[in-house]
C-alpha cells in the first residue's frame, strides 16, 4: 500500500535561511508526488507537482523540489525563507490517475526572525 | 472565479446524531473529493465524486455517504456520529485538465461530544 512519510513534526529557520523539508513515500510504479500548504485561516494549497520527466520540479513562492526515485524521496526546498512560510507543508501522493491523495503528518515551519 | 466554498464552518453535535456537510465547487470543476483531517494529522482521502458518480472510496465505513449534484456541488453525509469523527472536513474540486491540481475549501471543523 502507498504511503507517505514526513519525518520533521517540526522544523525551525531563521529568516533568510535555506529550507528543505523531507518526504519519503512508498509506491509500486512511478509515484504523482504534491506539495501542498495549509496556512492558517485558509485552505490547502499546491505549491508544485511531479508526474514525469524533469526530477526538479519548481512551484510557486519560490519552492522547489526534486524527485529522487532510488531514494524514495521528494523533498522541498526553498533558498531564503521569508516570514510569511510559516504554515504546515504537506506531501502527497497520488493513488492513481483519478488523484485520490495519501498525505504524510505534514511539517510545520517555524520561522525565528 | 469563485472558489471552493464549504458550510458549515465549524458545528457542534453529539455521539449517534448525523451530519450533513456542503461543498460548492470551484466554478468548472466536475469532480469533488472529500478529505478528513484529524487534528494534528494529514487529511485522510474519504471519497471522491465525478458527474454525480462515486469515483473511487477511501478506508471509511459505510455510515460515511455523499452526493454530488448536477452542478457539481457535493454532500457528506455521517450518520451515527463517533468521537473519533471529530475532525477538520475537507472538501476539494478539481478538473481533469487541471491534471492533479485540488482546489481545497477552508474545511467544516466538526466536534462531537
Known amino acids: 500500500a502507498q504511503s507517505v512519510t514526513q519525518p520533521d513534526i517540526h522544523i525551525t529557520v531563521s529568516e533568510g535561511a535555506s529550507l528543505e523539508l523531507r518526504c519519503n513515500y512508498s509506491y509500486g510504479a512511478t509515484p504523482y508526488l504534491f506539495w501542498y500548504v495549509q496556512s492558517p485561516g485558509q485552505g490547502l494549497q499546491l505549491l508544485l507537482k511531479y508526474f514525469s520527466g524533469d526530477t526538479l520540479v519548481q512551484g510557486i513562492k519560490g519552492f522547489e523540489a526534486e524527485f529522487k526515485r532510488s531514494q524514495s524521496s521528494f523533498n522541498l526546498r526553498k533558498p531564503s525563507v521569508h516570514w510569511s512560510d510559516a504554515a504546515e507543508y504537506f506531501c502527497?501522493?497520488?493513488?492513481?490517475?483519478?488523484?485520490?491523495?495519501?498525505w504524510g503528518a505534514g511539517t510545520k515551519l517555524i520561522i525565528k526572525p | 472565479e469563485t472558489g471552493v466554498t464549504q458550510s458549515p464552518t465549524h458545528l457542534i453535535k453529539t455521539r449517534g446524531q448525523q451530519v450533513t456537510l456542503r461543498c460548492s465547487s470551484q466554478s468548472g470543476h466536475n469532480t469533488v473529493s472529500w478529505y478528513q483531517q484529524a487534528l494534528g494529522q494529514g487529511p485522510q482521502f474519504i471519497f471522491q465524486y465525478y458527474r454525480e458518480e462515486e469515483n473511487g472510496r477511501g478506508n471509511f465505513p459505510p455510515r460515511f455517504s455523499g452526493l454530488q449534484f448536477p452542478n457539481y456541488s457535493s454532500e457528506l453525509n455521517v450518520n451515527a456520529l463517533e468521537l473519533d469523527d471529530s475532525a477538520l472536513y475537507l472538501c476539494a474540486s478539481s478538473a481533469r485538465t487541471t491534471a492533479g491540481e485540488l482546489f481545497f475549501g477552508e474545511g467544516s471543523r466538526l466536534t462531537v461530544l
Open positions: 502527497a501522493v497520488a493513488r492513481d490517475s483519478n488523484y485520490q491523495l495519501i
